[in-house]
């Protein structure tokens, strides 16, 4: 069966600092993957997405980065955060075509 | 383009009460429709999804949803309600014909559960 990981869980970080967030799924391949947001007390906000290695869309212009080093590796990064920043990451995949199933979540406290 | 609204930000239920959370979206071609359940500080986990066949859905924990194309509805509905059932659900539309498979999620409803 397949498996979605998230690291860390959570991560307080200050302003204008680096940030890296991995998640990796196991027992499937070529899956697509997705970054997602949720701000405090709102909905998901898709902010990345890849359907294969080094082929990744971008929905939201932001300071925030993403890549897939290896098929099931995909890294949300960031080089200075903003108080904006702070939120919950949830990483999500799915096969061609159907549903997404979601990772536990990384909370990012930015002081 | 496709949107999905939760007219109910917030829903507080009697635990054993029926409950129904509404979903309405909008989609120019034929949808997939989805039904997600969040608990405080995890992630999104999949209650049920309708891609076709008969409208009445049935999922996990003695949830159902049904598919009214008339109304542009996917109403998620459980006949008796439990304390462990209180979390933020979030209704969700995609396409799935294309590579990105990309949903459109409703803004959720948070069930609060009396006892």
């Known amino acids: 069966s397949q498996t979605i990981h998230q690291w860390p869980a959570t991560l307080v970080q200050p302003v204008g600092s680096p940030l890296s967030l991995e998640c990796t799924v196991e027992?499937?391949?070529?899956?697509?993957l997705y970054w997602y947001r949720q701000a405090a007390g709102r909905g998901l906000q898709l902010l990345f997405y890849s359907i294969g290695i080094d082929q990744i869309s971008s929905e939201v212009p932001q300071n925030l980065s993403a890549s897939r080093p290896q098929d099931r590796q995909f890294i949300l990064s960031s080089k200075k955060l903003l108080l904006s920043d702070s939120g919950f990451y949830l990483c999500a995949w799915s096969p061609r075509a159907d549903t997404q199933y979601f990772g536990p979540g990384t909370r990012l406290t930015v002081l | 383009a496709q949107s999905v609204t939760q007219p109910d930000i917030h829903i507080t239920v009697s635990e054993g009460a029926s409950l129904e959370l509404r979903c309405n979206y909008s989609?120019?071609?034929?949808?997939?429709l989805f039904w997600y359940v969040q608990s405080p500080g995890q992630g999104l986990q999949l209650l049920l999804k309708?891609?076709?066949?008969?409208?009445l859905v049935q999922g996990i924990k003695g949830f159902e949803a049904e598919f009214k194309r008339s109304q542009s509805s996917f109403n998620l509905r459980k006949p008796s309600v439990h304390w462990s059932d209180a979390a933020e659900y979030f209704c969700a539309v995609g396409p799935l014909n294309n590579a990105g498979n990309m949903l459109t999620f409703g803004g959720g409803t948070r069930l609060m559960v009396k006892p």
């Open positions: 989609y120019g071609a034929t949808p997939y």
């Open positions: 309708y891609f076709s066949g008969d409208t």
């Open positions: 027992g499937t391949s070529n899956p697509n």
